[in-house]
């Protein structure tokens, strides 16, 4: 018998490679859920153990033939023996038992009400309909996998496969590694760059450096100045873009820069081209949008959306601790196809700050609570 395993993003995708390859007479031996290291960091993915052997497939064929000649005459029988029976007492119903026979083989009727239930709970958790629809499509179609025990894990894995998620690692290297943060105002940049930089130095024994160039917000730099002052990291303050080559200069021997900017209106477009001209000039190697959790879908479609100009890598979103649901964090990713780097959940630095990880946030969106 020749098995081969498959791998995709969906049970039915994976399936479709094991027809597309081994036929359509192929059978599925077996099935699990692996985690698997690509481009963005561990995704959860659905592997398919499959085979086929021809020699076999002649003597399968000719025993389910066998067996369905000899069902058939048993099934013969027994509808024999009802009409008779019926005939003393009343004329056969041959629809009704049709029917009946129709609905012993029919998906239970509870399944298909927790497949209700949960579309109307992706809906209060503020889901969009087409990102509802693909959830209940993975679902629909792995229906006979289903029962009420299972049903909620198989949506959390349905949600999980859906989020990109990528991971923060620096090695070092002979010149230092610059990030900027962009964003809308009071969305928490500075804090978010506090507890990056704080786990830099101690945990990775990274030389850090940070730049501001928030010198538009009242004690912006104030803030920074006392916590680079307290964890003794440098910070230097760019007034103008021409200033960034002269700061970089000065940070040539540091692992990681971060790049505080100014938070922006996303309407405000002169600002945020304003803002590009400082990190074009920096040179930066990734960019991070950071964004609040709080906010409604449609707001973050548009804060994204007009942000591209900075080609940004991925999205950190925060005060997920103030959130009331988080449909919108599925929304924006799957609209967008960007990975989340991480979650804020408060303000104390470092610890309020949580790698992103796609089954802990599909737990996250599906309960509306934030859960281990």
């Known amino acids: 018998m020749k098995i081969k395993k498959f791998l995709a993003s969906t049970l039915k995708e994976a399936t479709e490679k094991m027809k597309e390859e081994l036929g359509k007479d192929s059978i599925i031996l077996s099935t699990r859920i692996v985690k698997t290291e690509t481009k963005l960091g561990l995704r959860k993915m659905f592997e398919v153990t499959a085979g086929l052997d021809n020699g076999a497939k002649e003597e399968i064929e ?22 008779e029976k019926e005939k003393e007492t009343k004329p056969l119903n041959v629809e009704k038992s049709v029917k009946k026979r129709k609905d012993e083989y029919a998906v ?6 927790d497949i209700k239930e949960i ?20 679902l629909n179609e792995n229906i006979s996998l289903l029962n009420n025990e299972n049903i909620d894990d198989y949506t959390i894995s349905a949600i999980s496969s859906m989020i990109p998620t990528a991971a923060f690692e620096i090695n070092r290297k002979k010149k230092p590694y610059k990030i900027a943060f962009v964003g809308p105002t009071g969305v928490g940049k500075t804090t978010c760059i506090a507890k990056l930089a704080t786990l830099s ?12 160039l928030d010198t538009y917000r009242l004690g912006a730099i104030d803030q920074l100045r006392v916590f680079s002052e307290v964890i003794k990291i440098d910070l230097l303050v760019a007034y103008q873009p021409s200033d960034m080559n002269d700061i970089l200069n000065q940070f040539r021997k540091k692992d990681i820069v971060f790049i505080d900017t100014a938070g922006r209106s996303q309407k405000r477009n002169d600002q945020l081209k304003s803002t590009k001209e400082f990190t074009d ?13 709080t906010n409604t879908t449609k707001n ?9 100009l900075f080609n940004y890598n991925a999205f950190i979103f925060t005060k997920i601790d103030e959130a009331v649901a988080f449909g919108n964090i599925l929304n924006l990713v799957t609209k967008f196809d960007k990975p989340i780097m991480y979650l804020t959940n408060g303000q104390v630095i ?14 996250m969106i599906f309960t509306g609570k934030i859960v281990s």
């Open 201 to 212: 130095k101690i945990i990775h024994k990274l030389d850090v450096g940070i730049i501001s």
């Open 281 to 293: 000039t920096a040179g930066v190697d990734e960019t991070y949008l950071v964004l609040p959790s």
């Open 62 to 83: 000719k025993e389910v033939e066998e067996k369905k000649e000899l069902n058939f005459l048993d099934e013969l029988k027994k509808v024999s023996d009802i009409f």
């Open 119 to 138: 579309d109307e709970t992706l809906d209060h958790r503020e889901v969009d309909d087409l990102v509802r629809r693909r959830v209940l499509n993975n």
């Open 300 to 308: 973050l479609y548009d804060i994204a959306d007009r942000f591209s």
């Open 108 to 113: 239970p009727q509870d399944i298909k009400q």
């Open 350 to 363: 470092p610890d309020d700050i949580i790698s992103a990880d796609a089954d802990f946030i599909a737990k």
